[in-house]
C-alpha cells in the first residue's frame, strides 16, 4: 500500500531525499517547490519501503490505509496532485557535499537567531565543513518561532525541533542566549571573532491596517496573540482580554485560522499540549464564541493553506459558516477543483449582521469583501463614559469621531467599521462604499509580518528584508557585498514560506558562504573563541549557554509529565534564568 502526505507536511524535503524511486515531488530542483501547500507521493510509483516515514521530521507521513477519518482526504490529495501535474520520476543531476580548499584552516561562523532558518544553517554548515559555529539569541531559549510560533496543537510539526537539537549539541557548536547584538555585542564584534556572520533574525514586527482606533486597548496584532498563548516571554501574560462574545480576526491566511482554532478549541483538548499556563486558564474562562475571519478580497484569494483550511472546518464542536453574498456565492459555485474556492464547497452560507449578538453555540464566520475602515470603543471623556463610533453611517466619519473624542485610546475597543469590496482586475479589491459596522470586543490584526532592521547592517525599507544578494548582505548605495556578512530566512527573502522552506533557503546562503571562503575573501578573525566568551560574560553576566538551556529543557519536560503534557513553558525571563541555574 502507498504512502501518503499528511497536513503537517513542512516542506522541508527530507523525504525526498531518502526516496529510493524519486515519487515524491515537487523536489527542491523543480520550479513548483516552494509554491505547493506540501509535498506529494504519487501511489503509482510508491514502492511501499517507509523510508519517507522515517525520514520525515514532522510525522506527516502514513500509509493510506492507516489514514482514518477527516485524514483519509490526504490520499486523494496525494493522487489527485499527479493527476493534475504528470511526473515520469525520472533523477536530477547529482548534488555532492561541499568542501573547503586545503590551507584555510577552520572556519568560524556566527549565526544570530536560533529558529529554523538558523537551525538548517548550522545544520548544513556542520554536515558539510569542519567549521566551529557560535549561535546568539536574544531570549534565554531556542527555537524562535518554532517554539513561539507553531501553535500549540500542531505538535507533531514541533517535533522538528528534535532534529535541530542534534545539531545544538553539536561538540563544535557554542551558544550565547540572552545576548542581544545590536546591545549587548556589535555587528563589528561579532566579525572581529569569525570568519562570517550569518544573521536568521526572522521578521519581528507587523504589518499594521493604518486606520483609526487601531492602537486601542483590545486590538492586537498576531504577533502579540501568537506569542501570548506559546508563552513568548516578551509578551505578558495579561496581554489578551477574552471577556468579550465576538472576536474579528483581520487576514485569512495561515495564523489567522491558527487564532480563530485557538479561540473556539475546547480548552481540555489544549490541555494536553504545551500552551501557556496563563493563556489555558484564560481560554477556560473565555467568554468568546464567534469569531469572523475578515477577508479584503474574494474565496479565490484566501491565503490559507488547503491542509490547514481541512482542519479548521473539522473542529470538534464549532460550526463554520461562509456570510453570504453574491459575489461570494458565485466564485464558490464556478471554482476550480482545486481552487482556494473550491475548499468553501458545502460549507453553509448564511446571512450575518455584525451589529446582532452573535447567535448560540460556537461558530467561524467567514465574510469576504470586506475592509475594516476603523476601530471605535468607548472613551473616558471628563470622568464619564462615552460611546466613540466611526461615524455611525459610514466610514467617512471616523476620522472625525476618533480625533473628536482626543481620548478613545483609554477605551476598549468594541466595533469595526468596514467598507465592502469587489474584485477588479488583477485580483485587485476596490471599495463599493458600502458600508457596515461589527460588534467586537476582541480585534486581531493577522495580515502579514514585517522585518525590522538589524543595527549596523543595510535595510530595504520597501520589502522589509535585509538588502543582499543570494545571501550576500550588500550596500545598497555601492551594490557590492558586506564582507563576511549573510542573511538567511525571513530577514532574508520576506515573511513568506513555512518551516521547510528554510532548508532550500539556508543552502543558498551556505554555498555563497563557503565560494567566498573558498576563493579566500574572507578575513580571518582577530579575537579567539574564547575572547568572545569571555567579551559576552563581561557584558551580559546572566547570558545562558548549552548547560543552562538543558536544565530549562529538563524543568519544563518534568513540569509538562506531571500533568501528562510534552512540556510546561516557562513564560517569563526570570523564570527562564532561574530554571536555568537549577543543578
Known amino acids: 500500500m502507498a504512502y501518503a502526505i499528511t497536513q503537517t507536511c513542512c516542506n522541508d524535503a527530507s523525504c525526498v531525499s531518502v526516496c529510493p524511486v524519486n515519487c515524491i515531488h515537487p523536489t527542491p530542483d523543480e520550479p513548483e517547490f516552494g509554491t505547493t501547500d506540501m509535498l506529494f507521493i504519487d501511489p503509482a510509483a510508491c514502492i511501499d519501503c517507509g523510508a519517507c516515514a522515517d525520514a520525515c521530521p514532522v510525522d506527516a507521513v502514513f500509509p493510506v490505509d492507516r489514514l482514518r477519518g477527516p485524514d483519509t482526504v490526504f490520499g486523494d490529495l496525494n493522487r489527485d496532485w499527479y493527476r493534475d501535474h504528470p511526473n515520469d520520476h525520472a533523477w536530477g543531476a547529482p548534488t555532492f557535499p561541499r568542501s573547503l580548499p586545503d590551507g584555510l584552516g577552520t572556519l568560524r561562523v556566527a549565526i544570530v537567531g536560533t529558529g529554523p532558518s538558523a537551525g538548517y544553517t548550522a545544520q548544513e554548515l556542520l554536515r558539510s565543513t569542519g567549521a566551529e559555529i557560535t549561535m546568539i539569541d536574544r531570549l534565554p531559549v531556542t527555537g ?53 556572520v550569518v544573521y536568521a533574525v526572522g521578521a519581528a514586527a507587523d504589518r499594521r491596517l493604518g486606520i483609526p482606533g487601531e492602537d486601542l486597548p483590545g486590538s492586537l496584532p498576531a504577533t502579540t496573540f501568537v506569542g501570548w498563548y506559546n508563552a513568548e516571554p516578551t509578551v505578558p501574560a495579561d496581554a489578551v482580554d477574552l471577556t468579550a462574545e465576538r472576536a474579528v480576526v483581520v487576514g485569512n491566511g495561515n495564523v489567522a485560522v491558527d487564532i480563530a482554532r ?43 493553506t488547503r491542509a490547514e483550511f481541512l482542519a479548521l472546518r473539522r473542529l470538534h464542536g464549532v460550526e463554520v459558516v461562509v456570510e453570504d453574498h453574491p459575489e461570494v456565492r458565485a466564485a464558490i459555485e464556478t471554482a476550480a477543483p482545486d481552487s482556494q474556492a473550491a475548499l468553501l464547497a458545502g460549507l453553509p452560507l448564511v446571512p450575518f449582521d455584525g451589529g446582532d449578538a452573535p447567535r448560540p453555540g460556537r461558530r467561524i464566520v467567514l465574510r469576504f469583501l470586506s475592509a475594516p475602515t476603523a476601530l471605535s470603543g468607548a472613551a473616558e471623556v471628563d470622568g464619564s463614559v462615552t460611546a466613540v463610533r466611526p461615524g455611525g453611517a459610514g466610514a467617512s466619519g471616523a476620522v472625525g469621531a476618533v480625533g473628536a473624542a482626543g481620548a478613545v485610546g483609554r477605551g476598549r475597543v468594541e466595533a469595526v467599521s468596514v467598507v465592502r469590496t469587489t474584485m477588479a482586475a488583477g485580483d485587485r479589491a476596490e ?90 575573501v574572507l578575513a580571518a578573525p582577530a579575537g579567539t573563541r574564547k575572547d568572545l566568551d569571555r567579551l559576552v560574560h563581561r557584558r551580559r553576566p546572566d547570558a545562558v549557554g548549552l548547560r543552562e538551556l538543558r536544565a530549562v529543557d529538563r524543568a519544563e519536560r518534568a513540569r509538562g509529565a506531571a500533568e501528562g503534557r510534552p512540556r510546561v513553558k516557562l513564560a517569563t525571563v526570570p523564570d527562564l534564568l532561574a530554571a536555568s541555574r537549577r543543578k
Open 262 to 304: 485557538i479561540l473556539l478549541t475546547d480548552p481540555d483538548r489544549l490541555a494536553a499540549t504545551d500552551i501557556a499556563d496563563h493563556a489555558l486558564a484564560a481560554l477556560r474562562r473565555s467568554r468568546v464564541r464567534e469569531v469572523v475571519l475578515l477577508a479584503r478580497r474574494g474565496p479565490g484569494q484566501a491565503a490559507w
Open 144 to 196: 524562535g518561532l518554532l517554539r513561539h510560533g507553531v501553535a500549540p496543537d500542531h505538535q507533531s510539526t514541533k517535533r522538528i525541533a528534535e532534529s535541530f537539537a542534534s545539531v545544538f549539541h553539536d561538540p563544535r557548536l557554542r551558544m550565547h542566549l540572552n545576548v542581544e547584538v545590536g546591545t549587548d555585542l556589535t555587528h563589528e564584534e561579532l566579525a572581529a571573532h569569525h570568519h562570517a
Open 431 to 520: 471599495p463599493t462604499g458600502e458600508t457596515d459596522v461589527l460588534r467586537a470586543g476582541l480585534v486581531v490584526r493577522s495580515i502579514g509580518h514585517r522585518g525590522v532592521p538589524v543595527p549596523g547592517l543595510p535595510f530595504d525599507e520597501r520589502t522589509a528584508t535585509v538588502a543582499h544578494l543570494g545571501g550576500r548582505v550588500v550596500d545598497p548605495a555601492t551594490g557590492q557585498p558586506v564582507p563576511g556578512t549573510y542573511v538567511v530566512g525571513w530577514a532574508k527573502r520576506g515573511p513568506s514560506g513555512g518551516i521547510g522552506a528554510n532548508r532550500a533557503c539556508a543552502r543558498e546562503t551556505v554555498d555563497a558562504l563557503l565560494d567566498d571562503a573558498a576563493a579566500r
